[in-house]
C-alpha cells in the first residue's frame, strides 16, 4: 500500500477526514453548487491525501457527479474554497479569491477527469486523441507527448491500436483510450464518473484492472462508483452522499460492511439486488 494511504475514519458532513502527517493534497471547505432553486451541493468539506483513493456512492441525483465535477471546475462551485497544490479559490462571488478563466484552465490541466461516456474525437486515432492535449494545452514538443502516449498505449494493452480510430475499438478499449488520454496530461489526481456504468459487463472487468493499477501506482483518485466491491478492495475511504451532503464516510471496510445509516444499508441492499439481476441475465445471455 501507498505510504500515504492509511484506514481514515469519520461520519456525517461534519467530519473532517485527514492525515495529520502531512498538508491534504485537495482540501475542500463549505462548496456549495446550485442549478436555479435546486440546491444540489449543501456544504461539502473534505480533504484527501497524496496517494489516496476516494469512493464516492450513492443514489442517482444526491451529488456525487456534481461534486466531482465541481473540483475541476467544470461545474464552478457558487460558495466554498478549495486548496490545491498552488491553487487557492473562494468560489463566492465577487471574492477576493474567486477565479480567473485561465485560473481554472491551468488547475484543469493538473487534475485529470474520465467520464461514463469516453469522449474520444472520432476524427483522431486512438495516437492522435492522447497527444493533441499535452501538445496543444502544454505546449509539449510533439515527439515528446508521442513517447509519453505510446508508453501509456503500452501499459494499458492497446499499443498495437494506436494507429486506429476510436470506432473500431469496444467500449472497454476506447475508456481505456479515455483513461491514458487523461494520464498523458501528468495529473496530480484523477476523478473518474462511473467510468465502467456505459460498459457491457464483461467490458467492465478491463477497465476496473486499469484503476486498480493506477491506485497501487500512488495515483491520487476520487471516483464515483456503484462498483462495491471495487470500492472495497482499493479505496481508503468511502463516502455515502444523500441530498447534497456527505451522510457517511469512513474506511470501507466499515462503511461497506457496518454502515450506521439505515439509509446506507438500504442502499447496499438495493446495490447487491440489481448485481446479482445483472449477473443472472448475463449468465443466461452466455447459455
Given amino acids: 500500500m501507498h505510504p500515504a494511504r492509511r484506514g481514515l475514519s469519520g461520519a456525517g458532513g461534519e467530519g473532517i477526514v485527514t492525515d495529520t502527517a502531512e498538508k491534504p493534497l485537495l482540501r475542500l471547505r463549505g462548496i456549495v453548487k446550485s442549478f436555479g432553486t435546486l440546491q444540489v451541493l449543501k456544504g461539502i468539506d473534505m480533504d484527501v491525501t497524496a496517494g489516496e483513493v476516494v469512493s464516492i456512492i450513492g443514489a442517482s441525483g444526491s451529488g456525487k457527479s456534481t461534486f466531482l465535477r465541481s473540483i475541476n471546475a467544470i461545474e464552478p462551485a457558487d460558495g466554498g474554497t478549495m486548496e490545491f497544490q498552488n491553487f487557492n479559490f473562494d468560489f463566492k462571488a465577487r471574492a477576493p479569491g474567486h477565479p480567473t478563466r485561465r485560473q481554472l484552465q491551468a488547475l484543469r490541466a493538473q487534475i485529470g477527469m474520465v467520464f461514463q461516456s469516453y469522449n474520444l474525437w472520432p476524427h483522431l486515432t486512438v495516437l492522435q486523441n492522447v497527444v493533441h492535449a499535452p501538445v496543444r494545452v502544454l505546449g509539449r514538443p510533439r ?28 467500449g472497454g478499449q476506447q475508456q481505456r483510450v479515455a483513461i491514458a488520454r487523461a494520464l498523458a496530461m501528468k495529473p496530480k489526481l484523477m476523478l473518474f464518473d462511473e467510468v465502467t456504468s456505459a460498459l457491457d459487463p464483461e467490458l467492465v472487468h478491463e477497465v476496473l484492472t486499469l484503476m486498480a493499477s493506477l491506485a497501487t501506482d500512488g495515483m491520487t483518485m476520487l471516483l464515483v462508483t456503484h462498483e462495491i466491491s471495487f470500492a472495497r478492495d482499493v479505496s481508503n475511504r468511502v463516502l455515502f452522499f ?16 457496518n454502515p450506521d445509516s439505515p439509509r446506507l444499508r438500504q442502499f447496499l441492499h438495493r446495490i447487491l439486488h440489481d448485481d446479482l439481476a445483472k449477473s443472472a441475465t448475463t449468465a443466461e445471455g452466455a447459455a
Avoid: D, F, H, T
Fill in 242 to 257: 444523500e441530498n447534497g451532503v456527505i451522510a457517511e464516510q469512513g474506511p470501507p471496510g466499515k462503511v461497506l460492511a
Fill in 143 to 170: 515527439a515528446e507527448a508521442v513517447e509519453v502516449a505510446e508508453a501509456l498505449l503500452a501499459r494499458i494493452g492497446l499499443y498495437e491500436k494506436r494507429n486506429s480510430y476510436p470506432a473500431k475499438l469496444s
